[in-house]
């Protein structure tokens, strides 16, 4: 839930701007538009999406996200193979499928493999050999 209010590089933004409320009383969003140097070009789109509070998260948005990325931390830490370090091993142990032509457009599928089958990649994980990650963002229907 760290907005940075649609800046595409906050690095030199400041506190006022970068702003984290760790108690998760109050978010960011909104705070101000984004240094017209890398975000001028968007100013006509993010202006308005900026101005409506509507789209501020409340309190209770902050929790529901605290806890998923929390979830997401359990996950990654419940095997290496989501902790690859280095590009080699990326490049050897991960898969993608629907890919091409003819794939499901908002749909990535993984796989990791801890298999030891070229004599360089050393199994990792002492309760998985493979995993299957699937990621949808898939329009809602109007019903």
């Given amino acids: 839930m760290r ?3 649609l800046d595409r590089d906050s690095y030199n933004s400041g506190d006022w701007f970068n702003r984290l409320d760790y108690t998760g009383n ?4 909104g ?3 984004p ?8 100013y006509g ?19 529901k996200s605290t806890q998923h990325f929390k979830e ?3 996950i990654r830490n419940s095997t290496p193979l989501f902790r690859l370090v280095d590009a080699a091993d ?3 142990r991960i898969t993608f499928y629907n890919t091409g032509p003819s794939q499901t457009p ?13 004599g360089v990649t050393k199994q990792i994980c002492g309760k998985f050999n493979r995993l299957l990650v699937s990621i949808s963002h898939l329009p809602h229907s109007a019903d």
Avoid: W, Y
């Avoid at 749909?107 to 801890?114: A, E, F, N, P």
């Fill in 45 to 63: 789109f993010i202006g308005d999406l900026l101005g409506d509070l509507t789209m501020k998260p409340d309190r209770s948005m902050i929790q």
């Fill in 90 to 92: 990326v490049q050897r």
């Fill in 35 to 42: 240094g017209r140097e890398k975000n001028g070009d968007r």
């Fill in 106 to 118: 908002g749909v990535i599928v993984m796989g990791i493999s801890d298999d030891a089958v070229d």
């Fill in 26 to 29: 109050s978010h960011n969003f």
């Fill in 3 to 5: 907005s940075k209010s």
């Fill in 72 to 74: 997401v931390l359990e």
């Fill in 31 to 33: 705070c101000g538009l």
